[in-house]
């Protein structure tokens, strides 16, 4: 039986009574704890059925919406859209999601097959002429409509989607947007295969001892594995990627081959070979400025940024070009420290880019004097996630309780029923911590169900995925500080979608613009800085014994260490991709407009931008283009948003009574910064940031 779709497995498929505590009809799905996905029963030859089905569904529910005979309302059409698609988003938040946790080459051609008919599935229902004209005619009549302010903002979020999709366009025109999605779509994919296919293609591979010097036993050992899965036994390899890169540059004593390995990172997809990306971005640029023209707007960053809380490029720009001029200059102060050191050494060349992270943990070490090593033992991932809880609980008055008969996908992965203090049950929390191969890189937060209460009390089941160390030989996972700050991050995502309290369900929880949703998570992260909170979790896993205020204080003077690094390289890729974004002319040589627009901006040779444009997968295979500025937006709202808790404590009644309301409860169901402001008492302002990246 499909556990997806409505059938019993009882004589004359006669609800199975006795199994079901409620009083009416439901489909097998419901019957777990809280309606929980029945994921033991789950199979994976159930998910293209439901697919099927819940597009069929969907679009009969839409047809009916299109063709009522009634006159359009809110009701029969704005709330009856919020109401469709209900299986169709019960497979899709499944399959999603466990491709991401814990996928297999199954899923993974699923994926491939049914991602491009789900895109094309939406532009029907976003391109169906009778659907918008109905919803334009709510439109129109809204001030008469007598809408409560978040009917109010359905409306309008579900308008500018329609508009946003082209819904207004001649028949000719919308054909070519659907053409100009589908090639966007395809070169995207391409970019990022493209990618991939130039990083794995790429080995340094190592056959004498003598130049392993100065990497640590880990990495060698690593290097070792890497090498015999290439066929390489007795030798090391080193790949152009983040996790096996940064600690040959870190590490590595040999200079020539930091740079073979660095330059090979750097030149991915530049190699005027097959997998070459400079022609992809030249026509992925051409067709966005072509869609965004036919929508009406001057360029693709203003088309985007129009449904953004930066709202304008040059808002954007302002922001990048506050960060940039003490973050450079902070930069060229680091160049200096290091090309001292270099000279101390005896040596004789000019630091250059594959440099960088060898002398920056040298001056690093010097000034701070801690290892990693070192902090790691007081941190263990159980005491970390109950200190999280804890916060949790002094902010927001909610208690996590954990629950071992809930649903589950796999072993090893956690369930807590989140309560308020009247002891409801506001919604179920799930841990899936362990890294594992079958898992995607980074970490992350999703849901199996969003929060919503227009069709009853819908409460939301969240997730928060993350890649933490297996357990050591004491069977415990111990986290570096940078991993707390990420459990913590991912926690107040988590909180986002957990407190959530909207009637609808496209405007609950996280489903806010990308330049504001990691507001509330970078937020949790600054409790997780605070000696006062950190003590109350930081004890040695084997003693117990609560972590030092003089570890405590090297931890926090190390904070803004390289800031000047991080910040500029960060800035000239966010800056490249608003230059790409805003110029109208045709872009034929790639190379040379990333090397005028990062000449403009005024980046030194020892830096290159986080991305440069033929790995830039945030602008050109993900959804970030004219987006990568976000994350410093939010920054900016974070910072402005603790110095509230700095002034009156940390844990202040009255400031987490607001920020609860108007940020984690609020999900999308207001203009942004009027919730900001009512929070705040103002709007944000850059200083705390600046203090916060030690760019003041
Ligand atoms: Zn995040």
Known sequence: MNPFLNEYETPFKIPPFEAIEFTHYQPAFDETPFKIPPFEAIEFNHYQPAFDQGMKEHLEEIDTIATNIEEPSFENTIEALERSGK????????????????????????????????????????????????????????????????QNRLLEETYKRFIRSGANLDQNSMDRLTKINSSLSSLSVQFDQNVLKETNSFSMVIDNEDDLDGLPEEEIRQAALLAESEGQNGKWVFKPTRVSMYPFLTYSTQRDLREELYNSYIQRGDNDNEFDNKKIISEMIALRQEKASMLGFDNHADYVLDNSMAKTPENVNKLLQTVWEPGIEKAKGEVQSMQQLISEEGANFKLAAWDWWHYSEKLRQEQFDFKEEEVKPFFSEEKVLEGAFDVANKLFDITFTERNDLPKYRDNIRSFVVEDSDNKVIGIFYTDFTLRPNKGGGAWMSTFRSQSKFDGDVIPIVINVCNFPPENADGISLLSFEQVETLFHEFGHGLHGLLSNAQYPSLSGTSVTRDYVEFPSQMMENWAREPEVIKTFAKHYQTGEVISDELLDKISAAGTFNEGFATTEYVAAAHLDMAYHTDKNTITDIDKFEDQALEDLGLITEIEARYRSTYFGHIFAGGYSSGYYSYLWTEVLEADAFEAFKDKGLFDKETADKLKKYVYSAGNTDDLMTQYVRFRGKEPEIEPLLKKRGLN
Request: net charge negative; proline share 2%.
């Open 87 to 150: 299986t169709l988003d019960k497979v899709s938040n499944v399959f999603f999601n466990l491709l991401g946790s814990n996928t297999n080459d199954d899923m993974d051609s699923l994926a491939m097959s049914i991602s491009p008919r789900l895109s094309s599935h939406n532009d029907s229902i976003l391109l169906n002429k009778k659907l918008f004209e109905r919803i334009e005619e709510i439109h129109e009549n809204r001030q008469s409509l007598s809408l409560s302010v978040e």
